[in-house]
């Protein structure tokens, strides 16, 4: 089955303590994005990368790291979290063709995140 | 800078109304559009998606959309809401050259009551 997973589904932590997580597709998609939804504020897209190793800044990238080692993986890095990264994180991926990605996301379950 | 609006922050309908939500976007050069929807508690899923042709497309449940190239509106419908088409929807644009995210609308949250 085609599907982006997500880990963990639920998380709590403290101020400043280092987290990562973790996303992975097995539908061989170049394209991968990380994105948070706040109430009001929609969704906005934190990093994203269009193949191993290739990555980019979205619109709210601070406090934020990612990497792409592998082509099915995606994780995203909290150094020192803190309490305004309290939040609802979504992993996505698509395929990428020669004028760019479709735009056809396909999206993981989703992260619930809350520092305090 | 790209940018997409979507109307109507919260919408309610009674059911079997029917429904319109705008969405319209900022870019100058050729787009590939998008309706995504998120039912209560799940992830969001691909409601529609217009890339060339005609310009009137059909999506699962019902729903369609318009895109008006000389407005850039992409419009959501559906002629007669269910209580199960209660969720948020978003719009999105992804500027057809590489290298570009994908844009998404702030979101519409949809209420129906049966």
């Known amino acids: 089955e085609a599907q982006v997973t997500q880990n963990p589904r639920y998380l709590i932590t403290v101020t400043g303590k280092k987290l990562t997580v973790t996303c992975s597709q097995n539908m061989n998609h170049e394209y991968m994005s990380w994105y948070r939804q706040d109430p009001g504020l929609g969704l906005r897209q934190i990093y994203y990368s269009m193949n191993v190793e290739v990555t980019d800044k979205g619109d709210v990238p601070e406090g934020y790291k990612v990497s792409r080692k592998e082509k099915r993986n995606f994780p995203l890095i909290l150094e020192s979290p803190s309490p305004n990264q309290t939040s609802l994180y979504f992993c996505?991926?698509?395929?990428?063709?020669?004028?760019?990605?479709?735009?056809?996301?396909?999206f993981g379950e989703g992260s619930r995140l809350t520092v305090l | 800078a790209q940018s997409v609006s979507q109307h109507n922050h919260h919408v309610i309908l009674s059911e079997a109304a029917s429904l319109e939500l705008g969405c319209n976007y900022s870019y100058g050069g050729t787009v590939n559009l998008f309706w995504y929807v998120q039912y209560p508690g799940q992830h969001l899923q691909l409601l529609l998606k217009y890339f060339s042709g005609d310009p009137l497309v059909k999506g699962i449940k019902g729903f369609e959309a318009e895109f008006i190239k000389s407005k850039f509106s992409f419009n959501l419908r559906k002629p007669s809401v269910q209580w199960s088409d209660t969720a948020e929807y978003f719009c999105a644009v992804a500027p057809r050259q590489a290298g570009t995210a994908l844009i998404f609308g702030k979101g519409t949250t949809l209420s129906v009551s049966s």
């Open positions: 996505a991926s698509s395929l990428l063709t020669g004028m760019g990605h479709t735009g056809e996301l396909f």
